[in-house]
């Protein structure tokens, strides 16, 4: 089966071409030619796809997401999704041109990643965290989707099994972060007090209690004292009770979950792999006491990659942000910038300060991708693309590549033969409106039509 596509501005993922009126051969599930221009009289035995007003460009490659496998959901080793939501959140990423994710929800099997790779058209790649602290972390913030046992897998099994990457390490729900305000905290209050809060509520009670920082001797009681009259507390339960919910909601799993950043760390110096690392207020700290460890002469032996994952965390402010992912490059991490939803849906994330603050800092920022959002409904990796380039961050060329190829770059193992437009390179390939790149008219992978028209076409789902 022989596909051109011509007339579309091609964006090869190299990070500095593009073919103004290109085209783009694909036959027998890879690239076959990238031409500079394509006579129309010319006859092509195969399907015609004329992308006059398209960027046609590899498909992307977003390597933190989560919620894409029928495993355990989130650091926190949350119940399973699920089939119809896992299968939903991976069509959202087709949808949007993304033909390649890593699965950060570490604590999954790689029976549960190749099912998942199996059912879908998105090639869905696995990463570990199977860490003894962070499972620790994990069961004691959540853990309901974990076997009964612990200790069911190691980063090594992992690893030899097919994992590509250790990580997430660190995430929201261990560390006192959305997660905690989103669920966790609301619950327990609900639990003693009837009463449920919103996450923005439960934010503000808990930064009144452990500060941004997560330290209990930041507690602000007259603050707690607002906050509990604003969430319709008052006269419900007691402020010291409340504290004391509040505190033992967060706190078990924070001194494991930064140890478990550690033991990750530790493990992807030892293997030779990447380590994703949660970025945020959080995890500041021991993000420093790693980079220092890393360089320092009492730690001779292998260094670890490692990749600071959205290093725009609006738990720093962006001053921070700056600050830690500058020190981090000067340590040889790192950085991926998440979306969320800040360009658009709004819902987790309402401000684009420190995307703005760490993007038009020249080679700060590695790699795009996006997280989950709220409920997986996070805005598309393709509109972050074109963000980046429209507001003159990058070029085209090089917005297209922090999605693509420098993706691979860093994570070799997440599309060895993808992630560029050229001959006998997988044709995983996206042509989507030049317009607006969330209008993604056509997505092939392996060569074959998964999106046609804007609509996901049968071979989506196997
Ligand atoms: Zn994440």
New binding site residues.
Partial sequence: MSTLIHGGTVVPGTGNTVLESGAVILRHGRVADVLERWDRDQTFDGEVIDASGCVVMPGLINS?V?GVTPGPLMPSGAPALPDDEWLANLDRHLFAGTTTVLN?CGFCTMDQVREADRRHAVHVRGATTHLPEAERAARMADGRGLPAQSGHSTVEKMLDDGAIAIG?LG?GQTLGGGGQDLSYIPRAIERASGVRVHSAQARRMKEAVLGRFIDPDACDMAELRAAAAEAGLEGQIALVELRKIIADSVLPSVEPALNGIREGVQAAARFGVPAIL?SAAATARVMRELMDGTLGPQTPGPKANVIA??ANHPSHTPAEALALAKLGRDHGWAAEVSVFDLLHRKQTVTTREHWDVLLQEPGLVDVLAT??GHEGHHDELISAVQDVAEHGYRSLAGAVAMATSAVTGLIPGIAPNGGRIEAGRDADVVVASSEDFRDVRFVFVGGVCVVRDGRLAPAARQ
Avoid: A, F, N, R
Wanted: glycine content about 10%; proline content about 0%; overall charge negative.
């Fill in positions: 933190h989560h950060l997430e995430g949660h994952s959205h997280d989950y």
